[in-house]
């Protein structure tokens, strides 16, 4: 989950994740899949409530796939809060 206004690069994304997450009840809806030959793009809508402050969000998301050796590998993930 990205946080609005905040770009971050691999290593930093990966620190991030590995924290306790500062959000809750995360769900996932809207999910359209489209495969491309060896690509695949996966467009989603999130919603999630913070932990600070209780306050209610969502975002739009897409994530690259790429299949590698016949494993699906995630190769780019974009996250955005609309609105920000």
């Known amino acids: 989950m990205q946080t609005p206004g ?5 290593t930093e994304f ?3 994740i590995a924290k306790p997450r500062p959000f809750k009840d ?3 809806h809207d999910v359209t899949i489209r495969i491309l030959s060896d690509v695949a793009l996966i467009h ?3 919603t999630y409530t913070m932990l ?3 306050a209610k969000r969502e975002a739009l998301y897409t994530d690259a ?3 590698r050796a016949g494993v699906w ?4 993930a974009c996250a ?3 609105g920000t």
């Open 80 to 82: 955005i809060a609309p």
């Open 73 to 76: 590998v995630c190769v780019a």
């Open 26 to 28: 995360l769900a996932v």
């Open 44 to 46: 989603a809508r999130s």
């Open 52 to 54: 600070a402050d209780g």
């Open 14 to 16: 990966l620190e991030y």
């Open 6 to 10: 905040v770009t971050r690069n691999r």
């Open 65 to 67: 796939y790429q299949k």
